[in-house]
């Protein structure tokens, strides 16, 4: 199983036509919030089930504020990370993602791509494929492969 992780994709979706030209097709893409209006088309654009959040500027959006994923052996709490207070550290996440017995959280917002483990729980920003803000400024996103046992293996890529 191959899973995309997106975020802050901000109502442009040429960053994800150029992700999927490269990769070729997902089984999941999860996006991580701030969409702005374009789910349906990500839908169509990537042909399989897509999770979605609802980040700080999809106003009026019907995705939920948190969700829960579960792929192989993993159980992941994904949500964009406003509301957590992602700004500030990753302890509101962490939190969240262990009183839900998760082994992982996904989360957006800052634009800025990360992947560390914190306590036994794999925590993981895709950056942005729009407007990141890390130092070098290149595009991210994050694939996650399933092998057959159930374990992912996880890599930060960039456009």
Known sequence: MRILVISDTHGSMAGVERVLEKHGHFDMVIHLGDII???KQLEKMCGCIVKSVCGN???GSESPIADIVEFGKNRALITHGHYYDCNWGIDQLC???DGNQCNMVMYGHTHVPEMIEN???LVLNPG???RPRQMNR???YIIIEVDEKGTADTKIHYL
Do not use: N, V, W
Request: with cysteine; charged share 20%.
């Open 128 to 130: 942005s494929l729009t």
């Open 37 to 39: 209006g374009q789910l």
């Open 95 to 97: 939190y969240a993602a």
């Open 138 to 140: 290149r595009k991210s």
């Open 119 to 121: 306590e036994g729980i």
């Open 57 to 59: 500027c999809d106003f």
